[in-house]
């Protein structure tokens, strides 16, 4: 956990900010306002109805340009796995990204081109599978049910996550665990199998070594 005093922008109040740890995502604790200043501007935004937000459209493949930046983003990570399992004898552990994809997705990334943000989803261990399905996120007008045909603006450029793709996580829970004196109130998480609940954890970081 992390913790900076900070003086609240609009009240001058120094108050304790929680950069990170358990209650980091409370919905008042903020770098820049105290939380009873925050408290008030959420009331405040609270009564403006929410108008527009992203969400990902089906699209055709995309033009062959952005194919070919996220080919080179593909190769540069699968290079640095070749790298690293040469050194380490194993393959980079990664965070663990699972979303609830349809049965039939076998894989699936993401990746961002002139900084529009795009998902694949893939009915094989191939990306770039002529049956894939593209994605690309674009502005959803929430009033009127309907995408505007604006394109969202993401805020990196050639980012890509790949997702670790299970459906045998869909039957998983976690399960939250205190670590011993004196590291308070730190926790990890086991990953339990719902029917034996033994701990898999070659499934969360690819690797034997976790």
Sequence with gaps: MRTFICRCKHCGKEYHYQASGEGCHDRTNNRDYC?????????????????YEVRFKKIERPEPEIIEKFKALVDKENKYDEEYEKQYGF???????????PEWVKS????????????VESPSDDLFDKNAHWFRQEEYDILEHKFTEK????????????????????????????????LGKLFFDDLL???????????ICGTKRC
């Design 91 to 101: 393959k980079p552990p990664r965070a663990l990204k699972v979303l609830m994809f």
């Design 193 to 203: 199998n719902s029917a034996t609940k033994t701990k898999n954890c070659d499934i």
């Design 151 to 182: 394109l969202w603006k993401y805020s990196q450029d050639n980012y890509m996550c790949r997702y670790h793709v299970s459906h045998y996580l869909k039957s998983q829970f976690v399960v939250q665990r205190n670590l011993s004196e004196p």
């Design 35 to 51: 939380p009873e200043c925050m408290e008030a501007i959420l009331e405040a935004l609270d009564k403006i109805p929410k108008k």
């Design 108 to 119: 699936a990334a993401e990746f961002s081109s002139n900084f529009i943000l795009y998902r």
